[in-house]
């Protein structure tokens, strides 16, 4: 089955530095990538998502690129604030209905230092 | 717009008690519905996967089981807790028809005791 590898398990950075959280997959099935951010004791947000047939997307400070070659996906945050402090998580599925089983990293804690 | 309510938000269950969590979805017809339990540290691991009323995918063997009684409405139960059943368990929802997208609950926080 599909497996999905985060790193860095933490990432501390100053504020308006930029912060970029790597994953890998490991099943060539999967297209669709979403990234959610959780803060403590809350549910996760999606933040941003890709599908494969795109490259890279772009929303305000926060874009995700995909290498469908190579396996791995990324989340770069640009001029980050403290209130991006949260835990991030990539996820990957092979499609919606009941192959649109979400596989999760094990998350990323991500603090911006002001 | 879509809303998803879990309850409660907090529980603390001494080991070998029955347990039920609730989750219902507001704004939408005929969804996905999904449970996920998040251990301390942890990624997220899916338990339970909904696709209708009465149909329900286990992911992994346990001490768990869920429910969908209503189309909205989504539940996990278990007969006798474990102390490995502690975690926060989270509810999510994606659009019938081949939805990529899932949106999460605020989730429960389970403490066995």
């Known amino acids: 089955g599909e497996n999905v590898e985060q790193h860095p398990s933490t990432l501390s950075v100053q504020e308006g530095d930029s912060a970029v959280i790597k994953c890998t997959y490991s099943d060539s099935a999967s297209n669709y990538f979403p990234w959610y951010k959780q803060e403590l004791g809350k549910g996760p947000q999606l933040i941003i998502d890709i599908r494969s047939n795109v490259g890279e997307k772009k929303d305000q400070r926060i874009a995700v690129t995909l290498n469908k070659t190579a396996k791995h996906f990324s989340l770069h945050i640009t001029e980050t604030q403290p209130e991006d402090s949260a835990v991030y998580f990539c996820?990957?599925?092979?499609?919606?209905?009941?192959?649109?089983?979400?596989?999760f990293g094990k998350g990323t804690k991500l603090s911006v230092k002001p | 717009s879509q809303t998803i309510h879990q309850w409660p938000a907090t529980l603390v269950q001494p080991v070998g008690s029955p347990l039920s969590l609730e989750c219902t979805v507001e704004g939408t017809s005929n969804p996905n519905l999904y449970w996920y339990r998040q251990a301390a540290g942890r990624g997220l691991q899916l338990l339970f996967y909904s696709v209708g009323i009465g149909q329900i995918s286990s992911e992994v063997p346990q001490n768990l089981s869920a429910s969908r009684p209503q189309d909205r409405q989504f539940i996990l139960s278990s007969k006798k807790l474990l102390l490995s059943d502690s975690g926060f368990y989270l509810c999510a929802w994606s659009r019938w028809g081949g939805s990529y997208e899932q949106y999460f609950g605020p989730g429960t926080r389970l403490t066995v005791t």
């Open positions: 996820a990957a599925s092979m499609g919606g209905g009941s192959q649109g089983n979400l596989i």
